[in-house]
């Protein structure tokens, strides 16, 4: 498919006998116009990226997985695309495609330049969203929540008493996450004094289970979704972010629950960093 625009430029289905580009590619390979147009697309997309174009003529990489980073593609981030979309699953590109423009969509709402930053897509932009109370956009804020009747009830309560909801809220919540913070604080220290007093032998691999404790207050702090802003798929892995061959601990501050695709970006992540120290301390 990679070699359909060259095949084009010298006309060499008109030298096999068919009448356009198109035909040839129907009846020799069963493609469509689609699928050719989309080739033809990307090769014009590519013009002045030589390496994601070698990739296209190449064919080492699918036209599906290239046409997936297109859309972010620029000439600063082309190598490490490249080597995204030679090592990762299409399912993990689709969602670091995803990641990237979600960045840039916050670039937009903050200011900041996130298009030469993070080209790994992992990503965790802020958006502080301001809505007007009474209008349309808080309404359906407000309708995503899922109060029960009893909850709405008393907070109608507190309101009509000239209580600020605001304020009651606010404090409830920085009072949940400085006890989460809390929590977390004492079981890395309970796990770094077990750690002291049982020193990991040289011949004993550590223990990849997390305990439950940890695993009870990271999903009390997350909840059951992937972590990754805008990332609404369930939790399927609790990443280290601290790579654990090294910490060979479960300190909850450095556990983060992914989703399988997050998880793999999270992991290629890793990989790339541990090859980067090992070139620097040759």
Do not use: W
């Given at each position: 498919?990679?070699?359909?625009?060259?095949?084009?430029?010298?006309?060499?289905?008109?030298?096999?006998?068919?009448?356009?580009?198109?035909?040839?590619?129907?009846?020799?390979?069963?493609?469509?116009?689609?699928?050719?147009?989309?080739?033809?697309?990307?090769?014009?997309?590519?013009?002045?990226?030589?390496?994601?174009?070698?990739?296209?003529?190449?064919?080492?990489?699918?036209?599906?997985?290239?046409?997936?980073v297109a859309s972010i593609a620029t000439l600063k981030?082309?190598?490490?695309?490249?080597?995204?979309?030679?090592?990762?699953?299409?399912?993990?590109?689709?969602?670091?495609?995803?990641?990237?423009?979600?960045?840039?969509?916050?670039?937009?709402?903050?200011?900041?330049?996130?298009?030469?930053?993070?080209?790994?897509?992992?990503?965790?932009?802020?958006?502080?969203?301001?809505?007007?109370?009474?209008?349309?956009?808080?309404?359906?804020?407000?309708?995503?929540?899922?109060?029960?009747?009893?909850?709405?009830?008393?907070?109608?309560?507190?309101?009509?008493?000239?209580?600020?909801?605001?304020?009651?809220?606010?404090?409830?919540?920085?009072?949940?996450?400085?006890?989460?913070?809390?929590?977390?604080?004492?079981?890395?220290?309970?796990?770094?004094?077990?750690?002291?007093?049982?020193?990991?032998?040289?011949?004993?691999?550590?223990?990849?289970y997390i305990p439950a404790r940890v695993r009870k207050?990271?999903?009390?702090?997350?909840?059951?979704?992937?972590?990754?802003?805008?990332?609404?798929?369930?939790?399927?892995?609790?990443?280290?972010?601290?790579?654990?061959?090294?910490?060979?601990?479960?300190?909850?501050?450095?556990?983060?629950?992914?989703?399988?695709?997050?998880?793999?970006?999270?992991?290629?992540?890793?990989?790339?960093?541990?090859?980067?120290?090992?070139k620097s301390r040759v």
């Amino acid at each position: 498919m990679g070699l359909l625009p060259e095949i084009s430029k010298r006309k060499i289905y008109e030298k096999k006998g068919f009448s356009s580009i198109y035909e040839f590619s129907f009846k020799l390979a069963g493609l469509s116009e689609d699928q050719v147009r989309r080739v033809f697309n990307l090769e014009k997309r590519f013009n002045e990226m030589p390496i994601l174009k070698n990739l296209l003529s190449s064919g080492e990489v699918s036209v599906s997985k290239l046409a997936r980073v297109a859309s972010i593609a620029t000439l600063k981030n082309q190598e490490s695309l490249a080597e995204v979309v030679k090592t990762l699953p299409r399912s993990a590109v689709e969602t670091l495609v995803k990641d990237e423009k979600f960045a840039l969509n916050c670039a937009k709402f903050d200011g900041k330049d996130f298009a030469n930053s993070n080209q790994n897509g992992l990503f965790k932009p802020q958006i502080e969203v301001k809505s007007v109370p009474g209008t349309v956009a808080s309404l359906l804020e407000l309708s995503k929540l899922n109060l029960n009747s009893a909850v709405t009830a008393r907070l109608l309560e507190l309101q009509n008493k000239g209580i600020d909801l605001n304020q009651v809220l606010t404090e409830l919540l920085d009072r949940r996450e400085e006890e989460i913070q809390q929590e977390k604080a004492k079981i890395a220290e309970e796990i770094e004094q077990n750690q002291a007093r049982q020193p990991v032998a040289q011949s004993t691999k550590p223990s990849r289970y997390i305990p439950a404790r940890v695993r009870k207050i990271i999903q009390k702090e997350h909840g059951t979704k992937c972590s990754i802003p805008n990332c609404n798929k369930p939790a399927e892995q609790l990443h280290h972010t601290q790579i654990f061959a090294l910490s060979h601990a479960h300190n909850p501050a450095y556990l983060a629950p992914l989703c399988k695709n997050h998880h793999t970006l999270a992991h290629s992540v890793n990989i790339k960093v541990q090859e980067e120290r090992e070139k620097s301390r040759v």
